[in-house]
């Protein structure tokens, strides 16, 4: 019975002109380029069409005010945490330890947490430090995802415990006393980067083309004199008697054999070594725990000298990373040679978690200021995308200071305690038997009874930044990918709300309950803008093109099975899709559709004369080759943006556009040639478009948009600022009225009038 599926499948494939025959198959080679996993995941979107599924989460706003502002790339919410659970910290640490290494544990008054996990910076690891979405925080989710149970005993004496420190650190702040809670270990003071726009700086460690630490050139003097002084008193540097992840140390750099400051990343036990990062350059190394020694106290009074730094508004390139976020060896070896050990000007956006974000200005060029952010989008290796809201907004609160204030750099104090103030804790009186330490066990004799233990169960963890499903066909339905699957946890790293992505699936489901859909094999897609429309165009069996109504461009597209030509119903309804495109197409666009189109006909059909393309003597790969180089040709083409997504009115409808309108496979590209009897792919048909409207007419229109887009947002700002009165007279660029005090401008604002012409042009 095998055997005869075997042949019934091998006769099935022969009559498309697939040969299963492994003789003829190519070599695999030792590694997958870049190109070569977009062209792959291309090739799964046409495999599995239509079973595409839009991604979709919270907006910006949202998303960032669920999580409480934390990095949604290493941080996790949890709920239902009782009052006390500060006092049981440790206890919820234990139930992430299988997940990965817990930084901090952020608790609010109400029933919520966030646990934040640490980046680990190991040269051991191609790259240096982890980039992206953490391991854990994935982990972490799918713990959620499979039910597995996060659980910790109550203990009603702990928290009586915790209850009577916190009345005593009420009273402490009342009264100005000097008791304090315990705090981690003591940081170093920084630089504070948040009053300049900008720095003269030295690159001294890159970790990747967008991650790299600095020195302000003006603190060289400093670092040579910190150097000397620490290598004068080599010999009278004590032994690190208990080293802990946190500490600030003195530490060994194996390359020059000199000692530097450090700060203990991670321990390692099994061969006792520890991961450092040195503060005042930035680079790191493992150490014997043998080798470190402790910091002196005057060195905790000196700022630490390396300041962490990412260029701004830029990521990987799709022709480079294929979709991922992770650079090329190409692009960090070109950062490198612009910028390391090489003085250079930083030209501060906003700092995020103590991290600089900046473009480099290269000044060394008489003639003009290079900037490295932009070389690296002009030599391909990147490209250009927006900052995160949290970098937006810290960007425009700086913006402010710096026009009332000085532009010098300042010095941030850690918030840690002193040795003698810590050693001043005061839990205060407690009853006998109790402990004078936090989270400590009970003395014996306190019988299991006696404690009062329940178990309280945390639910979560979520994420704000997870990305939802839906069927990108007319059903719009909910679709949950399996919990089996390495894509049942999706989160948007990259914070590319602004446009649409989807996911791919070999086999769909209805679940149950028969209200979502179940996602099996999925694959999500390159975050590309335009690509979705574009994988859609390509491998859907019928295309119709929607425009504006004056004809001047295309505004998106109707794919699926094509329509009853009697009725002009649509032959298959549920595998529809009504696409509304985020980037310019044209044309030329559709033309290059076509010829993919045309080349996967010559490939499973024939070359035009009834003749296969041969697999003996490599025809099949030519044609793959000349396949290959246009789907990339095709997803890689720089589009101009849509600032305004128009939807079409008449959604899911067939023949929409007069027959006077359309413009044939033949008349789009004269050098069609015929098409095979019975062509796997039909060629697609476009709309005669008004010639009289350029590119430039429609990036001119985009950028009035945006400019009036900006002028409302900014109108929005000023009526919010109720106390602070305007200084001259606003006008709206939409109504054309003025108005001279801020609630005029609310009242404005919140107008029918003005909504409707919100409605009309932002919409």
């Not at 947490?113 to 680990?120: D, G, K, L, P």
């Not at 530490?251 to 503060?279: C, E, K, P």
């Not at 019988?447 to 939802?468: A, F, T």
């Not at 849509?642 to 009115?649: C, I």
Request: charged share 25%; proline share 4%.
């Amino acid at each position: 019975e095998v055997d005869l599926l075997v042949r019934e499948l091998r006769s099935r494939l022969e009559g498309f002109n697939i040969v299963a025959d492994r003789s003829l198959a190519v070599k695999a080679r030792a590694g997958l380029t870049p190109e070569d996993q977009l062209t792959l995941k291309v090739i799964l979107a046409g495999a599995f069409y239509p079973f595409y599924f839009h991604l979709k989460r919270e907006d910006d706003t949202e998303a960032r005010k669920a999580l409480s502002g934390h990095d949604q790339c290493t941080t996790v919410q949890i709920m239902g945490m009782p009052p006390t659970a500060p006092a049981y910290e440790r206890e919820i640490r234990n139930l992430f330890r299988e997940c990965g290494k817990v930084k901090k544990i952020h608790f609010e008054q109400s029933t919520k947490a966030f646990v934040e996990f640490e980046r680990i910076n190991d040269t051991s690891k191609s790259g240096g430090m982890e980039t992206g979405v953490l391991p854990a925080v994935q982990i972490a989710l799918k713990m959620r995802m499979v039910r597995y149970p996060l659980a910790f005993d109550l203990d009603k004496r702990r928290d009586a415990e915790h209850v009577h420190r916190q009345s005593n650190q009420v009273f402490s702040n009342f009264y100005g006393t000097d008791r304090v809670e315990r705090q981690e270990h003591r940081g170093l003071p920084r630089i504070d980067l948040r009053r300049t726009q900008q720095v003269e700086v030295t690159i001294t460690e890159v970790v990747s083309a967008s991650h790299f630490w600095a020195h302000l050139t003006s603190n060289a003097n400093d670092l040579q004199t910190l150097a000397e002084w620490i290598e004068r008193r080599r010999q009278s540097f004590k032994p690190l008697k208990k080293p802990m992840e946190g500490m600030v140390c003195i530490a060994l750099w194996s390359t020059d054999m000199n000692l530097y400051r450090a700060r203990i990343d991670a321990i390692h036990g099994h061969d006792n070594t520890a991961q450092v990062t040195f503060m005042d350059y930035g680079n790191c190394a493992r150490t014997p725990l043998a080798e470190l020694k402790e910091c002196p106290e005057h060195l905790y009074q000196i700022c630490q000298q390396a300041i962490e730094c990412m260029l701004a508004g830029i990521r990987p390139s799709v022709a480079e990373s294929g979709g991922s976020s992770q650079w090329s060896q190409r692009a960090v070896q070109l950062f490198s040679d612009m910028t390391y050990d090489r003085r250079i000007w930083a030209q501060v956006y906003s700092v995020v978690d103590d991290i600089v974000r900046c473009d480099l200005i290269d000044t060394s060029d008489a003639s003009c200021d290079i900037s490295v952010a932009q070389t690296l989008i002009n030599r391909n290796v990147a490209e250009p995308c927006a900052e995160s809201l949290t970098s937006q907004t810290i960007h425009e609160t700086m913006a402010m200071v710096l026009q009332q204030g000085s532009q010098e750099p300042g010095i941030i104090q850690p918030t840690d305690p002193t040795p003698k103030a810590a050693e001043k804790v005061d839990w205060g009186a407690a009853p006998d038997g109790w402990t004078d330490e936090p989270g400590s066990t009970m003395e014996p004799g306190w019988s299991r009874m006696e404690e009062e233990v329940d178990e309280v169960r945390i639910k979560g963890p979520y994420s704000s930044y997870e990305l939802n499903l839906y069927s990108a066909t007319s059903s719009h339905f909910r679709a949950k990918i399996e919990r089996d699957s390495v894509n049942s946890v999706a989160i948007d790293e990259l914070q590319t709300c602004g446009f649409e992505r989807i996911a791919v699936a070999a086999n769909v489901g209805l679940a149950p309950s028969g209200f979502h859909m179940v996602v099996r094999e999925s694959t999500i897609m390159p975050s590309i803008r335009g690509l979705p429309a574009l994988l859609t165009m390509i491998f859907c069996p019928q295309l119709e093109m929607r425009c504006d109504e004056k004809k001047l461009y295309y505004t998106g597209c109707l794919c699926g099975s094509g329509y009853n030509s009697s009725t002009k119903d649509a032959a298959f309804p549920e595998h529809d899709i009504e696409m509304t495109f985020d980037v310019h197409f044209d044309q030329e666009d559709l033309i290059e559709i076509n010829a993919i189109r045309r080349g996967v006909n010559i490939a499973l059909m024939d070359g035009g004369q009834n003749e296969r393309v041969k697999w003996v003597g490599g025809p099949i790969n030519r044609v793959q080759t000349v396949q290959r180089e246009k789907i990339l040709k095709l997803v890689q083409r720089e589009r101009a943006i849509v600032t305004r997504t128009e939807r079409y009115e008449d959604e899911y409808k067939w023949c929409r556009i007069h027959r006077d309108r359309i413009l044939g496979p033949h008349e789009l590209d004269p050098n069609l040639k015929e098409s095979v009897t019975v062509p796997f792919f039909n060629m697609h048909s476009g709309i005669r478009l008004q010639q009289s409207v350029s590119k430039e007419a429609v990036a001119d229109r985009d950028r009035e948009f945006e400019r009036n887009r900006e002028q409302v947002q900014k109108l929005y700002r000023l009526a919010s600022r109720s106390d602070a009165p305007l200084t001259e007279v606003v006008a709206c660029p939409l109504c054309k009225t003025s108005v001279g005090t801020p609630r005029e401008l609310l009242n404005h604002l919140n107008s029918r009038a003005h909504r409707d012409q919100e409605k009309q042009v932002f919409v």
